[in-house]
């Protein structure tokens, strides 16, 4: 990145680091020579990388359980595909009637576009949300939701939900939401784009039946990098063709993957344990939310829409309103001009009213208090200039 710019959005994608894209970028020219004799080097590195992809995502993790991945959205397209081939949605498992999936109404549109084509499709009967706040009034709160909305409702197949939510960085309580599910005959299927390299995870401890991350965002791959766990004890009902041959980067029902990408993957996620892991992620991450925090607490026309820093419910995603006198791209515009890179949230992001005339600012390694104190000054700056007429 430019040394004079402020990137602030490695919640959209982040940026690999240098050494991880020479690297990768020296795989492929090998490959690219003489691509026939080296693409056996696919049964080599591809497999370390998922070997530490593996680690990633907790100790307890096994390579049969973890496959390689474009992204977050493909990985659970292919957790609903599976669910769909192994009859997991025939209605006769489920009383005679079309089952449902309950999810929030702060996801992220690639995390229910699944459930969504199975809603039309007619093999579901439905796509429920449970209402969260901006931000949740607790981790309790949510618990509370989610136990009312499923003991209330129909039969519910899958509970999916955000580990991190897209809309505001709140921090969903899984595990007890799994539990929650796991007490009611549901599968829980977790969207973990926001979460592996921005909250310390172990995915085995979360309780998830599948669980799927973008490695391009907190762990800083290469764009296209994504990974899929899938539970071993739910892999009879998760049965996409993708995985009919196992787990391997290079299978008949993989077809030919982008190696280049892999190798990236596999250096970027050496680069994180060189710094210390996911917890040395966390504590870099947290320290920097709390300076964020306070500064934007400061401010006046700014509604912070994200969980106050220590609450358990907050990440590095951290979400914040407008004044209607301010509008978000006009001011996300006047940012970028100064060389501050935020994210634009879309009014309604996430199918919740509760967003509007919002930004979002995420932070990584390669960021300081400095960074973030700065990009504070410049959006009082802003927001001033527009609610005064000056801009």
């Known amino acids: 990145m430019p040394a004079n ?8 994608l982040g940026p690999t680091p240098r050494a991880a894209v020479d690297c990768a970028v020296e795989r492929w020219k090998e490959l690219e020579a003489d691509k026939v004799s080296r693409y056996p080097w696919s049964g080599g590195l591809p497999e370390a990388t998922r ?3 593996a ?4 100790a307890n993790v096994s ?8 992204s977050t959205t493909v990985g659970l397209t292919l957790v609903a595909d599976g669910l769909a081939s192994a009859g997991y949605f025939a209605r006769d498992r489920w009383g005679g009637a079309a089952p449902r999936v309950l999810t929030t109404d702060q996801e992220h549109g690639g995390g229910v576009a699944a459930w969504r084509h ?3 499709t007619g093999l579901l009967g439905g796509l429920d949300a449970v209402a969260l706040g901006a ?3 607790s981790a309790a709160a949510v618990v509370a939701a989610f136990a009312a909305a499923l003991d209330a409702g129909p039969a519910y197949a ?3 939900v955000s580990h991190v939510l897209t809309t505001t960085g709140a921090a969903l309580p899984v595990r007890e939401l799994a539990a929650l599910a796991h007490e009611r005959g549901a599968l829980f299927v977790v969207d973990g784009a926001q979460a592996v390299g921005n909250l310390d995870v172990d995915v085995e401890k979360t309780g998830a039946d599948a669980y799927a991350v973008s490695a391009h965002k907190w762990l800083l791959a290469p764009t296209g990098s994504g990974l899929l766990y899938v539970r071993r004890a739910a892999r009879p009902m998760i049965a996409p063709t993708y995985l009919d041959e196992g787990f391997s980067a290079y299978t008949q029902c993989t077809g030919t993957t982008p ?6 993957l596999g250096y970027a996620l050496a680069f994180v344990d060189a710094l210390g892991g996911q917890a040395a992620l966390r504590a870099h991450n947290a320290a920097l939310y709390g300076v964020t925090y306070a500064a934007l607490a400061k401010l006046p026309r700014v509604a912070i829409l994200s969980a106050p820093p220590g609450s358990g419910l907050d990440s590095a995603l951290l979400s914040f309103a407008l004044p209607a006198c301010a509008p978000h791209g006009a001011v996300a515009d006047g940012l970028a001009a100064r060389g501050i890179v935020v994210k634009l949230l879309p009014d309604g992001e996430g199918g919740t009213p509760l967003v509007a005339n919002a930004l979002r600012v995420s932070h990584h390694v390669f960021n300081a208090a400095a960074d973030m104190e700065r990009f504070a000054a410049s959006l009082a700056a802003e927001v001033d200039a527009r609610c005064a007429g000056l801009i």
Request: net charge negative; hydrophobic share 55%; proline share 8%.
């Open 5 to 12: 710019l402020s990137y602030l959005n490695v919640g959209s």
């Open 158 to 160: 899958v509970v999916a």
């Open 51 to 53: 070997a530490l992809a």
């Open 135 to 137: 931000p949740p009034a």
């Open 63 to 70: 390579l049969d359980e973890v496959a390689l991945v474009p």
């Open 55 to 58: 680690r990633s995502l907790g």
């Open 259 to 264: 190696l280049q990408t892999i190798a990236g």
């Open 118 to 120: 199975y809603v039309t």
